[in-house]
């Protein structure tokens, strides 16, 4: 093979590694993506009662245990297996009401990957905070883009639903926004900041339910879904085009012989 040759092909496989390693974890594509979760979360006190009220904190760590597509047709999960997704929260409350209605604003959400001895996570262990937050940046929720998250009772227990845009996105996809919940056929409706809403167009969604922790050191076990909607990257698109361009001319080329350009390069390695 001459030095055109081998160019050629040392350029599709970059591009295909590049590609590869842009995605850590592999998001279901054209449909919508279902990570589930669960965790342990603690509540903080510090509007002085024990009930809870208007300052309230909450903290957390999660561990996401499978990745499908909405139809469940599409599994993703056996690449946590190498993989882990763990992350770490903190909100706070800003409105509360009797009848158990709660409005949340965020602190933070991050999302980290973990492989090897990053693989880790243990909600019981002393440094289960470092566990759960010491891979590599995943996504990232912080204050300022767009953020609603109400707390009501349903079924008989309570409910968190919020929509939310991501602040930063170390996915390798683009999350596009949709409006979750009227995509999975689910009633919208909420009541937040004095006024009944319905759906909103955000970059992901969750649910989460929470029940007293069977852990010490915790106020609440906690297990819910991430709604994500996946899409690649347009330099990830041309990036995988090329390649493909690439690969195609260069079977082209096998097929039909040496060119012009091929025999002089042949001489010129020889001389």
Do not use: K
């Amino acid at each position: 093979m001459n030095t055109r040759s081998v160019g050629l092909a040392a350029t599709m496989l970059l591009c295909l590694a590049e590609i590869s390693v842009g995605q850590p974890i592999e998001l279901p594509v054209g449909d919508i993506a279902v990570l589930s979760y669960s965790g342990y979360e603690i509540l903080r006190h510090v509007n002085g009662n024990t009930s809870i009220g208007l300052g309230d904190m909450f903290d957390g760590i999660v561990r996401i245990h499978t990745i499908r597509n909405m139809q469940g047709t599409v599994d993703l999960s056996p690449q946590l297996s190498f993989t882990e997704l763990t992350g770490q929260f903190a909100m706070h409350v800003s409105a509360a009401s009797a009848s158990g209605h709660l409005e949340f604003a965020p602190d933070f959400f991050r999302l980290f990957t973990g492989t090897e001895a990053g693989r880790n996570f243990d909600p019981s262990a002393a440094d289960a905070l470092a566990r759960a937050t010491d891979g590599v940046l995943w996504v990232e929720v912080l204050p300022g883009p767009f953020f609603e998250s109400v707390n009501d009772p349903f079924n008989g227990a309570p409910r968190n639903r919020t929509w939310l845009d991501i602040t930063r996105n170390a996915t390798g996809y683009d999350l596009a926004r949709a409006q979750f919940p009227t995509s999975l056929g689910t009633d919208a409706a909420h009541f937040y900041n004095g006024m009944v809403t319905g759906d909103h167009f955000v970059q992901a969604y969750f649910e989460d339910f929470p029940s007293p922790s069977d852990l010490a050191g915790y106020t609440f076990r906690i297990h819910g879904q991430v709604y994500l909607n996946a899409v690649p990257e347009p330099s990830s698109i041309v990036l995988m085009m090329s390649g493909l361009i690439g690969l195609i001319r260069y079977l082209g080329r096998r097929r039909l012989g040496p060119t012009t350009a091929d025999i002089l390069d042949h001489a010129h390695d020889g001389s």
